[in-house]
């Protein structure tokens, strides 16, 4: 059975402090990774990894894949209290587009 | 803003009821996803349908359905409403060139009384 497991569930930080957020998976068919952050709202996507390695960044926020341990990191420095959140990390898979979802990590920010 | 549009916002109803969810996806966007997000809890994936045409199944009810229409939109049926289905609902597209990447709509907030 396809699975995506995030770790920590939840996170709680003090503003300035760098986090790393660990996303591991087991599919078949593995097409993409992604990441998206959820506040009150609708998740929103942030990036989208396919190749080993290759870091993608954003501002304060950078990722990477490693497809040979299954598994990615959502790096977050200097964080904000505009960071707290729910970030979810989800897999694509070549068959049919559907994404598998991992349950999520809060991060809460204390200033 | 993420082209994605649902409506309601909100719904309240009694239960036993039925209700009609719509979503209208990204211009272009083939595909379209519904999920179910209840307080606390993550995504639950219910149903996806391309172009018109189911083509994956989640943890959906069977008092629950669903259908794309010719023009892309899609509509999600919720019907014998039970307390347990108060829940956001989401609908997300994705298509093109974009792969895997789903835009997800604001979102329908139901609430079962």
């Known amino acids: 059975e396809d699975k995506v497991v995030q770790s920590p569930l939840s996170l709680v930080v003090h503003e300035g402090d760098t986090v790393t957020l660990n996303c591991s998976y087991e599919?078949?068919?593995?097409?993409?990774l992604l990441w998206y952050k959820q506040e009150k709202k609708a998740p929103t996507f942030l990036f989208m990894l396919?190749?080993s390695g290759i870091e993608k960044k954003s501002g304060r926020l950078s990722s990477i894949l490693d497809k040979k341990e299954l598994f990615s990191i959502l790096n977050i420095t200097a964080t904000q209290t505009g960071d707290s959140a729910i970030y979810l990390c989800?897999?694509?898979?070549?068959?049919?587009?559907?994404?598998?979802w991992g349950a999520g990590t809060k991060l809460i920010i204390k200033p | 803003d993420s082209g994605v549009t649902q409506t309601p916002k909100h719904l309240i109803t009694a239960t036993g009821q039925r209700v009609t969810l719509r979503c209208s996806p990204r211009?272009?966007?083939?595909?379209v996803y519904w999920y179910q997000q209840s307080l606390d809890q993550g995504l639950q994936f219910l149903i996806q349908?391309?172009?018109?045409?189911?083509?994956a199944k989640g943890n959906i009810l069977e008092r629950f359905s669903a259908q794309q229409f010719p023009d892309l939109h899609s509509e999600l049926n919720l019907s014998s409403l039970e307390l347990g289905d108060s829940a956001l609902y989401f609908c997300?597209?994705?298509?093109?060139?974009?792969?895997?990447?789903?835009?997800f709509g604001a979102g329908t907030r139901l609430s079962v009384l």
């Open positions: 599919v078949t068919n593995f097409r993409s």
């Open positions: 989800a897999v694509g898979l070549d068959s049919n587009y559907q994404l598998i």
């Open positions: 349908y391309y172009n018109g045409e189911e083509r």
């Open positions: 396919t190749s």
């Open positions: 997300a597209s994705s298509g093109g060139t974009r792969g895997n990447i789903q835009y």
């Open positions: 211009s272009g966007d083939l595909s």
